[in-house]
């Protein structure tokens, strides 16, 4: 894999704890520590972590695990859950098929 | 495209409850709805609702689920179910995917009523079969008629813990314990004593740890946890459970406004995200309201009355309404709404503050709030229990806290119960007033907190009645063990009398002989 | 696992008693209820393993939120068994992955 930018603004290495192994999004299995080392790395919104790791993006589309990886995000900044960004609410807010989509009729 | 002048998302108790107000000042509605089944919630909900008797008190959710459909249908009220809105766009026109195809609908008003979804709480183990969220154990058991497991940890004592968990006990599962990460139970405390006296421990300030199992859950680890919720080392318990029920709490399922735009705010005494509403619900995008659980997490009695609220302003704002009849309406409904937010579990105190005495001053059982049940030296100092000795048979009225709640009041006929001011305040007994042991308020108590003792039954013996809801019905004369609050055994005892009746709903009333010095202590039977 | 005597609820509204296929094995079930409902009264709690650390799943929402409980319904994949009703006859698989790529996706 090619070298991904360092984005990080500590000044310091990463720490890992000893529970960054819990899977946090369930659907995609992304963890803790994945999710922790992600805002180390600079991403701060529910959308930049979402985009680094999927974690969200999976078949229930976050709805299981969007409070969780909102409350890490917060942890990590020092910052209330409130204050970090939510991710985009757009439809369609369910999972839906491609086909089905396709075959939309639209305004008619 | 399909016009309404409203359209209402989601067939729950706001939604459906929108959806018939508005249908009876003459609106064409339309509800949608992803589940196969309209009522959302309501129809797991298997307990008698708190409340005075506009807000249907002493009423099973379910039953209340089949009045709304029937209203629904009576009224006209078109519901469109496995109908799964996607999103809402500029112009109030919503895309519906049903069967596979996606069909777009257009109206004049749009009412979300999409309810919450649960939170979760994430530890080693939790993708286990096995571990589920406690509207799952609801959903299987309620339902569909399926235990979720046989030996259940539930996560969480909230009022979704505490109910949950005693109809788990009514499915006939076993709780091997309740555990909190917070000091004090959160629910009501009527609803833990309910559990406490079945001999359920609370474990307060306790965390789970890990699920144990590999291909499912084969038990659980909890640990106690330090004012900062750090785990304190060595305080392990290990739990033989095969199902871990999590219920730490639900969140609005906003996505939908999000869609529309409407300006949103994080509210932690709602429970997270929600859309900023005035006070007919009506969100910052005009013409679309929110109402229910997704405007901020409270129960299905106050959905129902902001459903109809916003269906009277919108009945209003279309010319369906006069506005006199219309500030009629929501004077009456605001004020109803208003009531139930009152008390120590209301809207705005809800984790607010920590309270050591109620409204009227009554100290409030530190017992009940740590373990779950209330100690039998606090009793005196309810207004509820004005038991003196040689009176015959009295109601023993063991409600200690601030909820908004008076069925006992309009179940005794004699007067001898009151709820007097405030809806939340504790019912009081009045000792003048003779008791015909008719157990009326026995059984129309949502809590389950309301008991008769008769202590001249018998010459060294007192009866003691307590309402029952398990399966099978004891029978007359037959024994079986007797507990106290705290759900440790007493001793043998027989039961004298068992009365159900149609009015009763299903609360059956146990009473049991017991040696006169217990008549204070025994609060629950263990049949053999 | 099934509620035999409840003392609430009477009756549970229940189809016709139906045979269903689960990975070859013939189960029996009640026609129209979801599928993780029969499949749970007959002791089956594992639906699916994961793509990239093939953990067990198995019901958790049972609202059709989670999609922990998808599995392979008569050849099609990704099927929430929660909330699709049971048919006579029809072939529930455990699912392997999304794709249900046994041997590609998981380790």
């Known amino acids: ?108 | 495209m399909k016009r309404y002048e409203l359209i209402v998302i989601g067939a729950g108790p706001a939604g459906l409850s929108a959806a018939i107000e508005a249908a009876s000042h003459g609106m064409p509605v339309i509800v949608f709805d992803e589940n196969p089944r309209p009522g959302g919630q309501l129809f797991k909900q298997i307990h008698k609702f708190f409340g005075s008797k506009e807000h249907r008190a002493k009423e099973r959710g379910f039953r209340i689920g089949r009045q709304l459909l029937e209203e629904a249908r009576r009224m006209g009220v078109e519901v469109m179910l496995q109908a799964t809105v996607l999103g809402i766009y500029d112009g109030k026109e919503v895309s519906v995917m049903r069967d596979g195809q996606v069909e777009h609908f257009k109206a004049n008003n749009i009412i979300i009523a999409t309810g919450a979804s649960e939170k979760m709480v994430p530890f080693s183990g939790w993708t286990l079969p096995g571990v589920i969220g406690a509207g799952a154990a609801q959903t299987m058991m309620n339902l569909h008629g399926l235990k979720p497991g046989n030996k259940v940890l539930m996560v969480g004592s909230g009022n979704v813990g505490v109910v949950v968990g005693y109809q788990l006990m009514q499915a006939g599962c076993k709780i091997e314990a309740v555990i909190d990460g917070a000091p004090r139970v959160g629910g009501y405390g009527v609803h833990a004593a309910k559990l406490a006296r079945l001999g359920v421990p609370f474990y307060l300030s306790h965390t789970i740890k890990e699920a144990k199992g590999k291909i499912c859950v084969e038990g659980a680890t909890i640990v106690k946890v330090d004012s900062t919720w750090q785990a304190i080392p060595g305080s392990e318990k290990v739990l033989d459970v095969d199902t871990i029920c999590i219920a730490v709490g639900l969140s609005p399922m906003s996505q939908l406004a999000r869609t529309a735009h409407c300006d949103m705010e994080n509210n932690a005494g709602k429970g997270g995200l929600v859309s900023i509403c005035n006070e007919y619900g009506e969100t910052s995008t005009p013409g679309v309201y929110a109402v229910g659980d997704v405007a901020g997490i409270e129960e299905a009695s106050s959905a129902m009355i902001q459903g109809k609220i916003a269906g009277v302003a919108v009945s209003h704002s279309r010319g369906y309404l006069d506005t006199a009849d219309f500030n009629n309406q929501v004077a009456q409904h605001q004020r109803s709404l208003k009531q139930l937010r009152q008390g120590m579990f209301g809207h705005r105190e809800k984790g607010q503050n920590d309270p050591t005495q109620t409204e009227e001053g009554y100290p409030l059982s530190r017992t009940l709030l740590e373990r779950g049940y209330l100690a039998e030296e606090e009793l005196q100092n309810y207004p509820g229990v004005r038991f003196q000795k040689g009176q015959g048979v009295r109601p023993v009225v063991e409600c200690t806290q601030n909820i908004p709640c008076n069925p006992c009041q309009d179940a005794c006929k004699r007067g001898c119960i009151t709820v007097s001011g405030k809806i939340t305040n504790l019912p009081a007994v009045d000792e003048a007033v003779e008791c015909t042991g008719c157990g009326m308020c026995v059984v129309s108590c949502p809590g389950q907190a309301i008991f008769l003792v008769d202590d001249t039954l018998a010459p060294g013996y007192s009866g003691v009645s307590i309402p029952y809801e398990f399966s099978p019905l004891p029978a007359e004369g037959s024994k079986g063990l007797a507990l106290d609050r705290s759900g440790r055994v007493l001793g043998e005892v027989e039961v004298t009398t068992v009365k159900q009746s149609r009015v009763m709903d299903e609360t059956a009333i146990l009473t049991m002989k017991v040696p006169g010095d217990w008549s204070m202590k025994v609060r629950s039977f263990q049949p053999y | 696992m099934r509620i035999e005597n409840h003392p609430i609820i009477k009756n549970f509204e229940k189809g016709r008693r139906v045979l269903f296929e689960f990975d070859g094995k013939t189960l029996e079930g009640y026609e129209g209820e979801p599928i993780a409902i029969a499949l749970k009264a007959n002791g089956v709690m594992v639906h699916r393993h994961t793509s990239n650390h093939g953990e067990p799943r198995g019901v958790f929402c049972a609202i059709g939120r989670c999609t922990d409980c998808a599995m392979i319904v008569d050849g099609k994949n990704n099927i929430r068994t929660c909330i699709t009703p049971l048919k006579e006859n029809m072939r529930v698989e455990t699912q392997y992955g999304t794709l249900n790529r046994k041997e590609t996706e998981s380790i």
């Open chain 1, 1 to 108: 894999m090619t070298q991904r930018m360092k984005r990080t603004r500590s000044q310091h290495d990463f720490v890992p704890l000893a529970d960054d192994s819990l899977i946090i999004c369930r659907c995609e299995e992304i963890t803790q520590g994945e999710i922790r080392k992600a805002v180390y790395d600079g991403m701060s919104t529910m959308n930049e972590v979402k985009r680094y790791l999927r974690a969200g993006m999976g078949l229930c589309q976050g709805q299981t695990c969007s409070h969780l990886v909102q409350n890490i995000i917060a942890g990590e900044l020092g910052v209330p859950p409130g204050e970090v960004e939510t991710h985009l609410s757009r439809s369609p807010v369910r999972p839906i098929q491609m086909i089905e989509l396709a075959q939309d009729g639209g305004e008619k």
